[in-house]
């Protein structure tokens, strides 16, 4: 589904990924770990399309299209869609709203109709139920004075309206309770699927505790040194990433 | 600039020079201001002595006035003697389809999404549509005259209904309270008159729309709405199109009356010609509006969304003189390219228990300068008075600006004061969160804004707030620039 070849990123000037390889097929899910600053982020946010990101050099396909070529709507409508780790705010604009305006994007651009009021009404409420999410809920700005654990169950609620192929979360455990990233992981689970295949970036293990990766890839410096199953992400909470960071390659040191 | 004694002694000559108005050929009057002019203007709408004089003494004193400065508004020196006062309706442009209208023009109702037959009633196509509407216009005007409710041209009311013009006239903006205003009393061209009488509930929108085609209103309007004692109305002013107009000076006065248990609702949505996007032309919109809570448990509301003109200096008041009366206003102003606007309000507060509010939503674009400027005065005796404000600016883009001069003068003790304000700007942040979800910059920009501008409109009437969320939009010419 999705091809990365040795991609290469800067941001602002500074070389923050430096060639990552990465092949993700449909119905997988991959983790990526790595301590902070090694550019994890940084992967999850050039693959949604954001503009100060750089890209240098390398490859990205999706589902055999240049995905890096796409303006970012573009990459939404294609089916990509990223979990923010800090969503932002849309004072005024209603989530059903925005949501609905979103989902009317997507299916214009695959040449579907647009979702009628009563429909949308229906497919959310059952999605809000899967999130613990209430009525009012709708009604509000978007994530307009929303808890940092309500703005990142709206993420997950988001992507389970939009039902994208492609999914990057991005931090999503980061500040939320256990019972919240219980819901959270369940609605991330029930997701899974054959035809998707997902992207969770994260630091700690909490997450992949609930939510099961198939592959896990470790980011030091801008590169993936370590790839493994589940069992990789246990070891990591076990034994920090200190051990990995002594074992990776060292940059040879440049000559004078 | 000639400095205005200069200027007085030349127009002192000029009455002298000219002082034999009779010969004036009545459609074409020349350029300029005189009281011989005054004169044509109040006897070519057969007006009675008494207002001839009105507006005289309106002239009088506005020669002795100085054109204010303190405005956050620039723009270059008005000559005053360039302007020509009176002018019969304009000779329509002979235009037979909608095929000959200014493309420019077609496409931007198609965009705000203006039926056909509007469409060609505003560019002024001469079809039966038009007389359709005349008669559309005359059923309303009868079904309101059961109810006793008159509506109006100002001129047809100075006529028909000399004591309530005259008791009312002035008695709120009166022709001395500023230069803009005194200019407008002195030769004011029509506008409409509105009384509800005492108990009763106009059951209809009052809106120029339905009347505006009958009168080639000018540039200085007058607007005087009465409402007496326990009634209700609620008035729309203005236009969703483009009014392209080559002359450059708005200046109007609107007066309103509210006497006890009264209500007033006024909804503006202004959008005259802005002037291009190198900000050439365009219309100066400097407009005094005020109203009058003169009964107790009386209430005045404006709304206003100010899209057009290259400059608005427009501060619509409430004098909140009966005990318990209410007054509110409510505020969307857009500058994009080069329009300047300074607007607000001010609220005096001076019987008990008066409580007023105030939003203001101010959106800078371009190279647009916004300027939200409120007085709240709170007068001794004003006991348990009340006012909540808040005003938020809006930056789209790196070259725009935005100012706050909000003055609040408190004289009472008991009174209450909240002030917020804010500045936001459409973040890049936000434009990627809707990208990721697959809308547009330019549709994500629309929607922050309408989110933004969202308290305001849910203050307008239905069918306007649609409109207006329309003409945010097509203000902002969000089609393809943004991004």
């Known amino acids: 589904?999705?091809?990365?070849?040795?991609?290469?990123?800067?941001?602002?000037?500074?070389?923050?990924?430096?060639?990552?390889?990465?092949?993700?097929?449909?119905?997988?899910?991959?983790?990526?770990?790595?301590?902070?600053?090694?550019?994890?982020?940084?992967l999850a946010q050039v693959l949604a399309g954001r503009l100060a990101y750089e890209v240098t050099g390398g490859t990205a396909r999706f589902q055999g299209k240049d995905l890096l070529a796409m303006k970012p709507e573009d990459r939404a409508r294609e089916g990509v869609f990223m979990a923010f780790q800090y969503p932002v705010e849309?004072?005024?604009?209603?989530?059903?709203?925005?949501?609905?305006?979103?989902?009317?994007?997507?299916?214009?651009?695959?040449?579907?109709?647009?979702?009628?009021?009563?429909?949308?009404?229906?497919?959310?409420?059952?999605?809000?139920?899967?999130?613990?999410?209430?009525?009012?809920?709708?009604?509000?700005?978007?994530?307009?004075?929303?808890?940092?654990?309500?703005?990142?169950?709206?993420?997950?609620?988001?992507?389970?309206?939009?039902?994208?192929?492609?999914?990057?979360?991005?931090?999503?455990?980061?500040?939320l309770d256990i019972d919240a990233l219980r819901l959270v992981a369940n609605g991330v689970n029930t997701?899974?699927?054959?035809?998707?295949?997902?992207?969770?970036?994260?630091?700690?293990?909490?997450?992949?505790?609930?939510?099961?990766?198939?592959?896990?890839?470790?980011?030091?410096?801008?590169?993936?040194?370590?790839?493994?199953?589940?069992?990789?992400?246990?070891?990591?909470?076990?034994?920090?990433?200190?051990?990995?960071?002594?074992?990776?390659?060292?940059?040879?040191?440049?000559?004078? | 600039m000639v400095s205005k004694s200069v200027l007085q002694e030349q127009m002192a000559k000029q009455e002298y020079k000219y002082g034999f108005v009779a010969d004036f050929d009545e459609d074409t009057i020349p350029k300029g201001l005189n009281e011989d002019v005054v004169r044509l203007i109040s006897r070519k709408k057969k007006e009675p002595e008494w207002m001839t004089e009105w507006r005289l003494r309106a002239y009088r004193h506005w020669l002795t006035m100085k054109e204010p400065t303190w405005s956050n508004v620039r723009y270059p020196p008005i000559n005053y003697q360039d302007i020509i006062y009176y002018a019969a309706p304009k000779p329509k442009k002979e235009v037979k389809s909608l095929e000959d209208v200014d493309p420019e023009i077609r496409s931007l109702y198609a965009k705000l999404g203006i039926p056909?037959?509007?469409?060609?009633?505003?560019?002024?196509?001469?079809?039966?549509?038009?007389?359709?509407?005349?008669?559309?216009?005359?059923?309303?005007?009868d079904k309101l005259a059961e109810l006793g409710i008159i509506f109006c041209s100002f001129s047809e009311a100075v006529l028909e209904h000399p004591d309530l013009v005259r008791k009312y006239l002035g008695s709120v903006v009166p022709f001395n309270?500023?230069?803009?205003?005194?200019?407008?009393?002195?030769?004011?061209?029509?506008?409409?008159?509105?009384?509800?009488?005492?108990?009763?509930?106009?059951?209809?929108?009052?809106?120029?729309?339905?009347?505006?085609?009958?009168q080639d209103t000018g540039q200085f309007e007058r607007t005087l709405i009465i409402a007496d004692p326990g009634a209700y109305v609620s008035y729309l002013e203005g236009c969703t199109a483009p009014i392209r107009d080559t002359n450059q000076l708005h200046a109007a006065v609107v007066e309103l009356i509210a006497l006890d248990d009264a209500e007033i609702k006024y909804s503006t949505i202004q959008n005259w010609y802005p002037g291009d996007k190198q900000g050439k032309?365009?219309?100066?919109?400097?407009?005094?509006?005020?109203?009058?809570?003169?009964?107790?448990?009386?209430?005045?509301?404006?709304t206003q969304v100010e899209t057009g003109s290259s400059i608005t200096w427009k501060?619509?008041?409430?004098?909140?003189?009966?005990?318990?009366?209410?007054?509110?206003?409510?505020?969307?102003?857009?500058?994009?390219?080069?329009?300047?606007?300074?607007?607000?309000?001010?609220?005096?507060?001076?019987?008990?228990?008066?409580?007023s509010t105030i939003i203001s939503k101010g959106i800078s674009s371009g190279y647009g300068r916004n300027t939200y400027r409120g007085r709240v005065q709170i007068h001794k005796g004003a006991t348990n008075a009340r006012n909540y404000s808040q005003c938020d600016s809006l930056l789209i883009g790196s070259t725009c600006a935005a100012f706050t001069f909000p003055d609040i003068q408190v004289q009472e003790p008991t009174a209450q004061m909240e002030h917020e304000a804010s500045t936001s700007k459409i973040?890049?942040?936000?434009?990627?969160?809707?990208?990721?979800?697959?809308?547009?910059?330019?549709?994500?920009?629309?929607?922050?804004?309408?989110?933004?501008?969202?308290?305001?409109?849910?203050?307008?009437?239905m069918e306007f707030a649609v409109e207006a969320q329309k003409l945010i939009s097509v203000s902002l010419n969000l089609e393809g620039t943004v991004g």
């Open chain 2, 427 to 461: 973040g890049e942040d936000q434009l990627f969160y809707c990208q990721t979800r697959g809308i547009t910059p330019e549709d994500a920009t629309n929607m922050i804004v309408n989110g933004f501008c969202k308290q305001v409109f849910l203050k307008l009437p």
């Open chain 2, 116 to 141: 056909l037959q509007e469409q060609e009633r505003l560019a002024g196509v001469a079809v039966d549509a038009v007389l359709d509407s005349v008669s559309v216009a005359t059923t309303f005007k």
């Open chain 2, 315 to 355: 501060y619509p008041s409430c004098i909140l003189q009966g005990d318990n009366s209410v007054g509110e206003f409510y505020s969307v102003a857009l500058a994009n390219n080069y329009q300047q606007a300074d607007t607000g309000t001010k609220m005096l507060h001076i019987g008990k228990n008066t409580r």
């Open chain 1, 191 to 256: 997701m899974r699927g054959p035809n998707r295949a997902m992207l969770v970036v994260t630091h700690y293990q909490r997450l992949l505790d609930y939510v099961i990766p198939d592959f896990v890839h470790v980011l030091v410096d801008g590169r993936i040194v370590k790839s493994g199953d589940a069992d990789l992400a246990r070891n990591l909470e076990k034994h920090g990433y200190g051990w990995i960071v002594e074992e990776a390659p060292k940059p040879q040191p440049a000559r004078a």
């Open chain 2, 177 to 214: 309270d500023n230069f803009f205003a005194a200019l407008n009393s002195a030769v004011f061209s029509d506008g409409s008159f509105a009384y509800v009488p005492p108990g009763v509930r106009c059951p209809m929108e009052l809106s120029t729309y339905f009347r505006i085609n009958a």
């Open chain 1, 90 to 175: 849309i004072p005024g604009v209603s989530n059903a709203y925005f949501l609905k305006a979103a989902l009317n994007a997507i299916r214009k651009y695959r040449g579907l109709e647009e979702i009628d009021a009563m429909d949308f009404m229906g497919l959310v409420q059952d999605k809000a139920k899967l999130l613990g999410l209430d009525e009012t809920f709708m009604k509000r700005g978007l994530n307009e004075g929303f808890s940092g654990g309500e703005k990142k169950k709206n993420e997950v609620f988001q992507m389970a309206v939009l039902e994208p192929k492609f999914c990057i979360l991005d931090e999503t455990d980061s500040g």
């Open chain 2, 281 to 302: 032309g365009g219309i100066y919109n400097f407009v005094t509006k005020r109203g009058k809570c003169l009964g107790v448990n009386s209430k005045i509301s404006w």
């Open chain 1, 1 to 42: 589904m999705l091809e990365i070849k040795n991609l290469q990123v800067k941001v602002a000037g500074k070389e923050i990924l430096k060639g990552i390889d990465l092949s993700i097929g449909s119905g997988e899910v991959h983790a990526v770990m790595g301590p902070n600053g090694s550019g994890k982020t940084t």
